[in-house]
Structures are given as C-alpha cells and as structure tokens.
Nanobody
Framework: QVQLVESGGGLVTAGGSLRLSCAASGRTFSSYMMAWFRQAPGKEREFVAGIRWSGGNSYYADSVLGRFTISGDNAKNTVYLQMNSLKAEDTAVYYC?????????????????WGQGTQVTVSS
C-alpha cells in the first residue's frame, strides 16, 4: 500500500521559513516524479515544485523560484520542501504527490499518489 505522509506545516510570520517533509512508502519510487502542490481556499490546486528521483532534476513554479528548494533523500525515501522568505500568499494546504510521468509535470491529474496535506499559514 502506497503512502505519502507530509509533515512540517504550521504557522509562521512573513519572511520566515518552514521545511516540509514527505515520507514515501509502499513501493519503489526511483522512476517517479515527486512533487509538491498547494491549494489555497477558493483556488485550484497548483504546482509548486517537483524533483525526479533519478537524476535529481528539479522544477519550480515562477512564484516560488529562488525562495523554495525541493530535495530528496533516497536512503530515507523522503522529499523535502525548504520554504524561505515566506509570504502571506504562500498560505495553503501543501500536498505531496508521486507519479510516473515525464511530461506535463505541473498538472495534478497526472499524478498517481497523494498525501493528506499539511497546512501552512503565513501571517503578515
């Protein structure tokens, strides 16, 4: 049974930092794209960042480029999202996702597995 379990969310003031973790289990994810999406109230789920386990190539939404960093620890089967210089508009539920895809990585419908989400609230 595949599980993605997020942790690390919370309340932070603007300009602060948080690190989210996504622990993956239940199968081998070496050929998978791992990604973070977020969904704010009243808005659609949007792509934040993605990383390919093999090769380690990473991708970012323009809105977080230079502030967020995605990384993976193969030994722990865990993906991280380091979030710096947080803004009020980063407030959302953040989801970890995994999928065997090589194209259209920014589209949530292409991912096979999802975590339950973790709330990030940035106060201004």
């Amino acid at each position: 049974q595949v599980q993605l379990v997020e942790s690390g969310g919370g309340l932070v003031t603007a300009g602060g930092s948080l690190r989210l973790s996504c622990a993956a289990s239940g199968r081998t994810f070496s050929s998978y794209m791992m990604a973070w999406f977020r969904q704010a109230p009243g808005k659609e789920r949007e792509f934040v960042a993605g990383i390919r386990w093999s090769g380690g190539n990473s991708y970012y939404a323009d809105s977080v480029l230079g502030r967020f960093t995605i990384s993976g620890d193969n030994a722990k089967n865990t993906v991280y999202l380091q979030m710096n210089s947080l803004k009020a508009e980063d407030t959302a539920v953040y989801y970890c996702a995994a999928g065997r895809l090589y194209h259209n990585i920014r589209y949530s419908e292409n991912y096979d597995y999802w975590g339950q989400g973790t709330q990030v609230t940035v106060s201004s």
